[in-house]
């Protein structure tokens, strides 16, 4: 998508380990009018049509999901973040490791709101190593509902966790995907 | 807002110590055609075409925050949450008392995404003792923004963090106001 990478070569900043701040527009101050955008983008690849659910992780995957759930008419579920070994009846749980706080955190959905009879998007805004999607694709494989595919809107293809997922046969659509972010210059994947 | 009382009534689940169980439309799964519905309700309200921003604060403001800024035609920012004595520069930051986690979190805006040239209307879906409430808005006034208003969704009438407002003299608007939640029989504030 043209002007998403558009917008992270001109407001993206490079921090030191690899560390892509955009949060002007995706993940702390967000740019409505972008997120449905994306959200159009996503219907051009996927059969939204058909889905009853998107489903995202909190927090930050929680403003696309919702504009792209609004925009495909079905509800939006996200996944709580709990502290590990925190354990409920009634839920859907995948321990996975969090990078951001350098810990175990367990992904929760309840079994209440995703079923057998659900057609699932799994939509978010970043993908980097790929643990919180593992954890949201282990809550849909435990719950019985069909995955329609995966929805990212940024992926830092220099941390694989897409490539692993697309290895394993997931339909994933990144719409932008960042090879490389050295000395400050944000390269993409599939650009010359 | 009679529709929003009526799902409040139709599917909330009043559990042990006042908690009231609303995940199916509002905090977990979101129902988003609703919050648009709510969205349009504030805009009778407020004048949001003075607005520059919708402010929140993660996780579940956000999806309400989002519809709305979306509807505005504005940018949605949510304070993100942090441990406390995690200070970084150019941030704003407020102390509050997280009642759901039992402990005192730091709610951060970064300096970039909220100045004195703004006009923020708050948005959130829920509201009992007003902790994250008196966050945002204490991160507010630190920026130098202007304040519209604020609108919740669903407040806690007796745990009063609304009254407290009121009486402060915020213009603060609640579409449903829990006055009392006793024998799993929901009473609203103004209902006969």
């Given at each position: 998508m043209q002007k998403l990478k558009e917008r992270i070569r001109r407001e993206g900043k490079v921090l030191p380990g690899g560390i892509i701040k955009?949060?002007?527009?995706?993940?702390?101050?967000?740019?409505t009018a972008l997120m449905g955008e994306i959200a159009d983008e996503f219907a051009k690849y996927f059969?939204?049509?058909?889905?009853?659910m998107v489903l995202t992780a909190e927090a930050s995957g929680i403003a696309l999901a919702t504009v792209c759930a609004s925009r495909y008419g079905v509800p939006m579920v996200f996944a709580k973040k709990a502290k590990s070994d925190n354990i409920e009846g009634g839920l859907y749980q995948s321990d996975i490791f969090s990078y951001t706080y350098k810990k175990k955190v367990t992904l929760l959905v309840a079994q209440d709101w995703i079923s057998d009879s659900d057609r699932v998007l799994i939509v978010d805004d970043f993908m980097a190593n790929g643990e919180a999607m593992r954890g949201l694709l282990d809550i849909v494989a435990k719950s019985g509902a069909q995955l329609a595919g995966i929805g990212v809107a940024?992926?830092?293809?220099?941390?694989?966790g897409g490539d692993r997922l697309r290895e394993a046969g997931y339909d994933l659509h990144s719409l932008a995907i960042i090879e490389s972010a050295e000395d400050g210059v944000i390269t993409f994947r599939g650009d010359q």
């Open positions: 955009i949060d002007g527009f995706l993940n702390h101050r967000v740019d059969d939204v049509s058909k889905i009853t940024v992926e830092k293809g220099f941390q694989h």
